[in-house]
């Protein structure tokens, strides 16, 4: 176990802002802190880099409690949102600085920062000027700029934030290729929850302090534990209704559930993803089409049983061509019940 956080807490002005966290992070893996704004990520990131003291519990690092250890003899490297790189410096000065403050020779510095650059495939900007390089590649500078020190841990706070939209995908798949690459045990925030699935071994989604669940990307959107994942992670369609073995009703209509038997009855928090609402030309509970959104490859509906809205994600063939105002009927199949916020596993 490399990353290994335990009953870590910490008060700011008066108030909780991370609860006896608890979090490991294996060896090489990459783990997402992902959740709400002020639900206390960077906190904990800042923890872990040792720029703040927890009040209580401890960080260790490679079973080594680093809890007391200032940040620059951390064996951690943090690279910061707005990766603040010295425009008067070229790309080498900005990597060769840390290893510079070791009092490295030159001839290693050197070497050094022609290997690291040649992992983010940059080499050839060396002598460039940060003004003088794109985005993407001032990131993947200061990407380099930590990894230069071959930290055992890796920290990113928000590193894609500054990046417009198409950017942001490339540079995150050069995070994780790279990441992958040099197996770095990785510990990355955002709220970006398209950023945390695509990109993580684990997801820790977090709220109020605490992780509410810290799991792969595929079992947090699949299994969200409580209602809070369920809610914030993917688009997920909540109801409460009453639940029967083969149907859920709301008001006065009866979706019909295909596939398992829920196997419980009575009032729950029902959550469906728009991907397992199927639309049919004649069969299930009616809904009105309220809006039809073109989505690409795939097509959004918003559906209407009574006052009771559901979005539908349908494909070709699969209910994309009703018009706006048509009645569709919907089926679901598979559905996530929650009780006091919890997951019912059935
Ligand atoms: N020095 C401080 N004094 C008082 N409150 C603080 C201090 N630093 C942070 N906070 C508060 O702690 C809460 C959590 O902050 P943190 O930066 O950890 O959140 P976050 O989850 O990273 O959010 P964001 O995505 O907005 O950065 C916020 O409400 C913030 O205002």
Known sequence: MSLRIEAVSKVLGGRTIVD?????????????????????????????G??????????????????AIAPERRPTAMVFQN???????????NIAFGLKLRRMPRDEIRSRVEDVLRTVNLLHHIDSHPGQISGGEQQRVA???ALVLEPKVLLLDEPLSNLDAKLRERVRDDIREIQQRVGITTVLVTHDQDEALSISDKVAVMTGGRIDQYDPP????????????????GTMNLLRATVHDDHVATGDVKIPVRGAALGVEGEWDVGVRPEDVRVSPSEGAPAQVARVIPRGHYTELVLMLGEQRLRAFVGPGSGDDLPEGATAHIEISRALLYREGLLHQA
């Open 50 to 67: 040792g720029f703040l003291r927890p009040d209580a519990g401890q960080v260790l690092i490679d079973g080594q409690d680093v809890t």
């Open 83 to 93: 990766y603040a790189l010295w425009p008067h410096m070229t790309v080498f000065k």
């Open 143 to 145: 990407l380099a700029r």
């Open 218 to 233: 595929s079992t947090i959107y699949r299994a969200p534990r409580t209602r809070f994942v369920a809610d914030f992670v």
């Open 20 to 48: 006896s966290l608890d979090l490991e992070v294996e060896t090489g893996q990459l783990a997402s802190l992902l959740g709400p704004s002020g639900c206390g990520k960077t906190t904990t990131l800042r923890m872990i």
